[in-house]
């Protein structure tokens, strides 16, 4: 099955620096890669998603990079904020199966 | 007002009790989901729907059962056979093969 590698598992950053958080995938047929953020004691809620036949997407402040070659993606956060502070966590499906997660990173941002 | 609602918020369960956890949505969705999240593990599939009356195990469906008798309700029930059910419990739907939506979660203590 797919199996999803995220790194690192913490991250501090200062207000205002960029964030950027990586994942890994083992099944080259995987098609679909979301990004979630949890807030502590919440749902994960969708934050940003790839489709394997895109290479980038960004919507205002995030952006997603996908690499099917290497298979990896990545998240990508500018000008951090305080509210950004949560941890944050990587998947990939492969057609018909289940999504697969990743361990989630925490991010904290200091004012 | 659409979405997913779990409930309880919070749990307690004796040593050797059954519970059962609600998740409802008003999404229209076909698949619906449950996961487990302890602290580093990220989420794990207990158990998941894709149509009425028809459910299959995730990774971890030991100790645990579910019903999908109707579209928008996926109850899961943890059972004494669970020897560690202290977790955080996460319901998700999905009106595909692919984005997943969450619901704010059920903390489960046993005491």
């Known amino acids: 099955g797919e199996n999803v590698e995220q790194h690192p598992s913490t991250l501090s950053v200062q207000e205002g620096d960029s964030a950027v958080i990586k994942c890994t995938y083992s099944?080259?047929?995987?098609?679909?890669f979301p990004w979630y953020k949890q807030e502590l004691g919440k749902g994960p809620q969708l934050i940003i998603d790839i489709r394997s036949n895109v290479g980038e997407k960004k919507d205002q402040r995030i952006a997603v990079t996908l690499n099917k070659t290497a298979k990896h993606f990545s998240l990508h956060i500018t000008e951090t904020q305080p509210e950004d502070s949560a941890v944050y966590f990587c998947?990939?499906?492969?057609?018909?199966?289940?999504?697969?997660f990743g361990k989630g990173t925490m991010l904290l941002v200091s004012p | 007002d659409g979405g997913i609602t779990q409930s309880p918020k919070y749990l307690f369960r004796k040593e050797g009790q059954n519970v059962t956890l609600s998740c409802e949505q008003n999404l229209n969705h076909d698949a619906m989901y449950w996961y487990r999240q302890d602290p580093g593990q990220g989420l794990r599939l207990i158990y998941y729907?894709?149509?009425?009356?028809?459910?299959q195990k995730g990774d971890i469906a030991e100790g645990y059962s579910v019903s999908r008798e109707k579209k928008e309700s996926f109850p899961l029930t943890v059972t004494s056979a669970q020897k560690n059910p202290t977790a955080f419990y996460l319901c998700?739907?999905?009106?595909?093969?692919?984005?997943?939506?969450f619901g704010q979660g059920t903390r489960l203590t046993v005491v």
């Open positions: 099944d080259s047929a995987s098609n679909y």
């Open positions: 998947a990939a499906i492969t057609g018909y199966s289940t999504l697969t």
């Open positions: 998700a739907s999905s009106p595909g093969q692919d984005e997943a939506f």
């Open positions: 729907s894709q149509i009425v009356n028809d459910f």
